[in-house]
């Protein structure tokens, strides 16, 4: 069982530019749920999609977009790049259960 | 809104020694879970053990346990025969529960837990 991976794990992008990272849940997992972790902080709920849907947000603005696929697996955009957006990005996996399996995350930087 | 605090940024303890972590919570609701997330350097977070907060029965994992105190709010993990391994940082977490699909975690700031040989 490979877990829940993310790529790419490192990302080197100019403000202003748009990103897309990815994210396979753990084999027979059903939503996925996405986290922003900056520096010496804990993880911020980002969005969770569930049957393709968006089901639940946090606090984040419209920038932050994202979408499931059929086989599970879900993107994480983020368009307008700003300077603040540099943070480890972590997916998490369920089965409808609160158990989450996190990826090792995708390392931002925004230059 | 759910908080969730973890007042000691850092903390160190001897290879073979008892640690323990703290953490305080706010929150309005009944039916939660509460749980200890570790992220070592590889920046993978991995559980290390879970409490439901109907259970009075403190949950137990192997070396790990904690210390749930429902009306204080407050759910600390303790070590037990710390191992180098266990060098990482530990965050608290708190999940409602809402029905449905809805499974989001709310982090404390996390502390870094250096076992020293």
């Known amino acids: 069982d490979a877990g829940v991976t993310q790529s790419p794990t490192h990302l080197i992008k100019t403000r202003g530019q748009q990103v897309t990272l990815r994210c396979s849940p753990k084999?027979?997992?059903?939503?996925v749920s996405w986290y922003q972790q900056a520096l010496g902080q804990g993880p911020q709920f980002i969005f969770q999609?569930?049957?393709?849907?968006?089901?639940q947000r946090g606090n984040f603005p419209d920038r932050f977009s994202g979408h499931q696929f059929p086989n599970y697996s879900s993107e994480l955009n983020v368009n307008a790049l700003l300077l603040g957006d540099s943070a480890l990005y972590l997916c998490?996996?369920?089965?409808?259960?609160?158990?989450?399996?996190f990826g090792q995350g995708t390392r931002l930087t925004v230059v | 809104a759910q908080t969730v605090t973890q007042s000691q940024p850092e903390m160190s303890v001897q290879e073979a020694e008892t640690v323990t972590l703290s953490c305080t919570y706010d929150?309005?609701?009944?039916?939660?879970?509460l749980f200890w997330y570790k992220q070592p350097p590889s920046r993978q977070m991995i559980l290390v053990i879970r409490?439901?907060?109907?259970?009075?029965q403190n949950a137990t994992e192997n070396r790990f346990s904690v210390n749930f105190q429902k009306a204080a709010k407050s759910f600390s993990l303790k070590i037990s025969d710390s191992q180098l391994g266990d060098t990482a940082m530990y965050f608290c977490?708190?999940?409602?529960?809402?029905?449905?699909?809805?499974?989001?975690?709310?982090f404390g700031k996390g502390t870094l837990l250096t076992v020293n040989p």
């Open positions: 998490a996996s369920s089965l409808q259960g609160v158990e989450a399996f």
């Open positions: 084999s027979g997992h059903d939503t």
């Open positions: 999609y569930y049957e393709e849907e968006e089901r």
């Open positions: 929150t309005s609701e009944n039916n939660y879970y």
């Open positions: 409490q439901e907060a109907y259970k009075q």
């Open positions: 977490a708190f999940m409602k529960l809402t029905g449905g699909s809805n499974y989001k975690l709310t």
